[in-house]
């Protein structure tokens, strides 16, 4: 209403048109739900999706069928051509989407982009497109670290992803990267529906699974009284009691001690996580 007492039709046939949107909407969304329960899909992803995609119709025939092809008369006089567009397309796409790594130990740096995946989809596209080989995939989640995976998915992790990153820490852990793997595994027990990723996990992945957090132990029992790996405990022996007293290295060992316990507890924890039998 106006002053001068005047109705705005215009503005009530919008505030029409959005609640007959939104009931519409409500409709497609809530019978896309029944379909997807009398479906029994496998998954929450699953139902998700088909939620999502209820507004998509399928194609007809005259969506398919409308246009006619024209075929070319020379087509190898238009291979240069196209291939010239090809490569153009192409070279758009890697400006836009960093499909370029260059990889090193401990760093992954992303040719054409300022940063690592904020999103979710983000990391699903770079682990889908950019990641070939098990080792960059391992080198891409210890560049991330635990703490960037959770806040990634702080919501979910997304339906396969929490097995693949099973068998790719399992096959490429090493000592050095062990107290990183744990945090990885921490972070990743910590997200929203973990135990249903957990129950969906392939009999390879469970192995897998098995395998790492066997190797896990196997890496604690094979370092010193200080938390060093035992060639470096005798080498390093000399020079702490040249530079520090009996004191100071008591005080060492047991904070060292106590590191290890909690470490142990941690994996003891995560083995009731994942469900390691």
């Given at each position: 209403?106006?002053?001068?007492?005047?109705?705005?039709?215009?503005?009530?046939?919008?505030?029409?048109?959005?609640?007959?949107?939104?009931?519409?909407?409500?409709?497609?969304?809530?019978?896309?739900?029944?379909?997807?329960?009398?479906?029994?899909?496998?998954?929450?992803?699953?139902?998700?999706?088909?939620?999502l995609a209820s507004h998509l119709?399928?194609?007809?025939?005259?969506?398919?069928?409308?246009?006619?092809?024209?075929?070319?008369?020379?087509?190898?006089?238009?291979?240069?051509?196209?291939?010239?567009?090809?490569?153009?397309?192409?070279?758009q796409v890697r400006r836009k989407t960093p499909l370029v790594f260059v990889y090193t130990r401990k760093l992954i740096q992303i040719k054409g982009w300022d940063g690592l995946p904020e999103t979710s989809a983000d990391f699903y596209r770079y682990w889908r497109r950019c990641l070939k080989s098990g080792q960059e995939r391992y080198q891409f989640l210890f560049q991330l670290g635990g703490k960037d995976l959770?806040?990634?998915?702080?919501?979910?992790?997304?339906?396969?992803?929490?097995?693949?990153?099973?068998?790719?820490?399992?096959?490429?852990?090493?000592?050095?990267?062990?107290?990183?793997?744990?945090?990885?595994?921490?972070?990743?027990?910590?997200?929203?529906?973990f135990g249903l990723n957990v129950a969906l996990l392939s009999q390879v992945e469970k192995d897998s699974c098995r395998d790492l957090f066997g190797k896990l132990q196997r890496m604690g029992r094979n370092c010193g009284a200080d938390g060093l790996p035992e060639g470096t405990v005798e080498a390093g022996t000399a020079a702490l009691q040249e530079e520090q007293n009996?004191?100071?290295?008591?005080?060492?060992?047991?904070?060292?001690?106590?590191?290890?316990?909690?470490?142990d507890r941690l994996i003891k924890e995560l083995v009731k996580c994942y469900c390691v039998s």
């Open positions: 209403m106006e002053e001068t007492g005047a109705i705005d039709f215009c503005a009530l046939e919008r505030e029409l048109q959005a609640a007959i949107a939104a009931d519409e909407k409500y409709q497609r969304e809530n019978d896309a739900k029944f379909r997807a329960v009398h479906q029994k899909v496998a998954s929450y992803e699953e139902f998700r999706d088909i939620v119709k399928p194609l007809e025939k005259k969506d398919k069928m409308g246009k006619k092809k024209n075929l070319l008369w020379n087509s190898y006089a238009t291979q240069a051509n196209d291939k010239q567009d090809r490569e153009m397309e192409l070279a959770g806040r990634i998915f702080q919501a979910d992790v997304g339906f396969g992803l929490l097995g693949e990153f099973l068998v790719v820490l399992a096959e490429h852990a090493c000592r050095e990267d062990r107290e990183a793997v744990l945090q990885i595994l921490q972070s990743l027990s910590g997200t929203k529906r009996e004191a100071e290295r008591e005080t060492h060992l047991r904070g060292a001690g106590q590191r290890k316990e909690a470490d």
